[in-house]
Antibody, heavy 118, light 108 residues
Framework: QVQLVQSGAEVKKPGSSVKVSCKAS????????ISWVRQAPGQGLEWMGG????????DYAQKFQGRVTITADESTSTAYMELISLRSDDTAVYYC???????????WGQGTLVTVSS | EIVLTQSPGTLSLSPGERATLSCRAS???????LAWFQQKPGQAPSLLIY???SRASGIPDRFSGSGSGTAFTLTISRLEPEDFAVYYC?????????FGQGTRLEIK
């Protein structure tokens, strides 16, 4: 059974950066896309971007271009999402999800709460 | 970018009733790559339906999806108490992936 385990909650100051990890187990890693989706308190789901580890090139939502970097380490089956220049409205739960061809976002991590506050 | 609009925003029904949720896309969804997710408070979303009409592994057959192109529907044939949650549609046929704003299914 595929499992995605994310790093723990973070509290950050405005203007700083955060890097969230997502470790995959129980299945292949390199050929499946990993997406990052965030959810602000009481709000809906928002796709930030994704990466297919074996290709290494990430695709980003225009809203986050220039502020987010998604990477993957095939040797540890871990994907990362780094968000810079944090603002208070970046406070959200950040999820990673593994995408299977034709199936979509089949497996999700447990979520990582990032709180941005001075 | 494909904009997904879900209706209604909130649906109030009783256990045993039938629920019909709608998702409309601003342009045709490629290959009908349209998914439905269920999300309960404090939990990650859970995949229910993919490819517009295929149930994900372990999903009860009271959940069904239909539609193509720009109009999609999630139907829950007989509501169980555990079905009351928020439901999102999502398209994964083209980048950027996009989600609808959600439908809250609440107990009447």
């Amino acid at each position: 059974q595929v499992q995605l385990v994310q790093s723990g909650a973070e509290v950050k100051k405005p203007g700083s950066s955060v890097k969230v990890s997502c470790k995959a187990s129980g299945g292949p890693f390199s050929s499946y896309a990993i997406s990052w989706v965030r959810q602000a308190p009481g709000q809906g789901l928002e796709w930030m971007g994704g990466i297919i580890p074996t290709f290494g090139k990430a695709d980003y939502a225009q809203k986050f271009q220039g502020r987010v970097t998604i990477t993957a380490d095939e040797s540890t089956s871990t994907a990362y999402m780094e968000l810079i220049s944090l603002r208070s409205d970046d406070t959200a739960v950040y999820y990673c999800a593994r995408e299977a061809l034709a199936v979509g976002l089949e497996y999700w991590g447990q979520g990582t709460l990032v709180t941005v506050s001075s | 970018e494909i904009v997904l609009t879900q209706s209604p925003g909130t649906l109030s029904l009783s256990p045993g009733e039938r629920a019909t949720l709608s998702c409309r896309a601003s342009q045709s969804v490629s290959s009908n790559y349209l998914a439905w997710f269920q999300q309960k408070p404090g939990q990650a979303p859970s995949l229910l339906i993919y490819g517009a009409s295929s149930r994900a592994s372990g999903i009860p057959d009271r959940f069904s999806g239909s539609g193509s192109g720009t109009a999609f529907t999630l139907t829950i044939s007989r509501l169980e108490p555990e079905d009351f949650a928020v439901y999102y549609c999502q398209q994964y046929g083209s980048s950027p992936l996009t989600f609808g704003q959600g439908t809250r299914l609440e107990i009447k």
